[in-house]
């Protein structure tokens, strides 16, 4: 079992950088993939970073250059810092994690995601 709790949501001007993290617990939790979701009022849920167990890095292509994804294993915290917000970036950000054995091949496909937080809002205003 695993468990996931994010926090740092916020609301920030366009332009703006905010840091989400997510504790987790469970020792097998950063063996397999962890990933940031979120989803917009209205919209599906998307992908928006993850990293593999050995750590590789994949970003959706609307956030690429401003989102950066980390985990820090001595903290047991998964981090997105994310800077130049844009008003579209507005959405209820989800930690996720594969849990399992060890896998370095990561994708956006929610369903491949066993655990998940609760969220934390982001707003971001023009």
């Known amino acids: 079992q695993a468990q996931l709790v994010e926090s740092g949501g916020g609301s920030v001007q366009a332009g703006g950088s905010l840091r989400l993290s997510c504790a987790y617990s469970?020792?097998?939790?950063?063996?397999?993939?962890m990933a940031w979701f979120r989803q917009a009022p209205g919209k599906g849920r998307e992908g928006v970073a993850n990293?593999?167990?050995?750590?590789?890095?994949h970003y959706a292509d609307s956030v690429k250059g401003r989102f950066t994804i980390f985990r820090d294993d001595a903290k047991n915290t998964l981090v997105l810092q994310m800077n130049n917000l844009k008003p579209e970036d507005t959405a209820m950000y989800y930690c996720?994690?594969?849990?399992?054995?060890?896998?370095?091949?990561?994708?956006?496909?929610?369903?491949?995601?066993?655990?998940w937080g609760q969220g934390t809002q982001v707003t971001v205003s023009s």
């Open positions: 996720a994690a594969e849990g399992g054995n060890w896998n370095n091949l990561c994708g956006f496909a929610s369903q491949g995601y066993k655990y």
């Open positions: 469970g020792y097998t939790v950063n063996r397999g993939c």
């Open positions: 990293i593999g167990g050995y750590g590789s890095l």
